[in-house]
Nanobody
Framework: QVQLVESGGGLVQPGGSLRLSCVAS????????MGWYRQAPGKQRERVAF???????NYADSVKGRFTISRDNAKNTVYLQMNSLKPEDTAVYYC?????????WGQGTQVTVSS
C-alpha cells in the first residue's frame, strides 16, 4: 500500500502562483512514476503532469510553460509549481503514484483561481 498526502492548495488571484506538494509513504518501488491530475466541477479528471523517478517529464498542453513538476526522491515528495494561474485552472488537484503495477491517489487539494 502507498499513501499520498497533498498540500499547498488555496485561493489565488489570476496571474498568481501556488506550489503543491505530495508526500508518499508505504511500499514504493524504484520504478515509480509520480504525477498530478485535476478535476473541475462537471468535468472528467485530467492529467496535468507526471515525472518518472529518473526525471522524464510530461505535461498537458494546457499547462506547458506555466507549470513545473519536480521531485525529491530522498523525501518521496513530488511538487507542482504553478505560475501564471488562470481561472480555468480551478479544480481539485490529485497526486497519483504508479508503482508495482498499481496506481494510488491522494485525497486531493482544492485550487481556486479567482479575483
Amino acid at each position: 500500500q502507498v499513501q499520498l498526502v497533498e498540500s499547498g492548495g488555496g485561493l489565488v488571484q489570476p496571474g498568481g502562483s501556488l506550489r503543491l506538494s505530495c508526500v508518499a509513504s508505504g511500499r514504493i518501488f524504484s520504478d515509480n512514476i509520480m504525477g498530478w491530475y485535476r478535476q473541475a466541477p462537471g468535468k472528467q479528471r485530467e492529467r496535468v503532469a507526471f515525472i518518472s523517478r529518473y526525471g522524464m517529464l510530461n505535461y498537458a498542453d494546457s499547462v506547458k510553460g506555466r507549470f513545473t513538476i519536480s521531485r525529491d526522491n530522498a523525501k518521496n515528495t513530488v511538487y507542482l509549481q504553478m505560475n501564471s494561474l488562470k481561472p480555468e485552472d480551478t479544480a481539485v488537484y490529485y497526486c497519483n503514484a504508479a508503482t508495482g503495477g498499481l496506481g494510488y491517489w491522494g485525497q486531493g487539494t482544492q485550487v481556486t483561481v479567482s479575483s
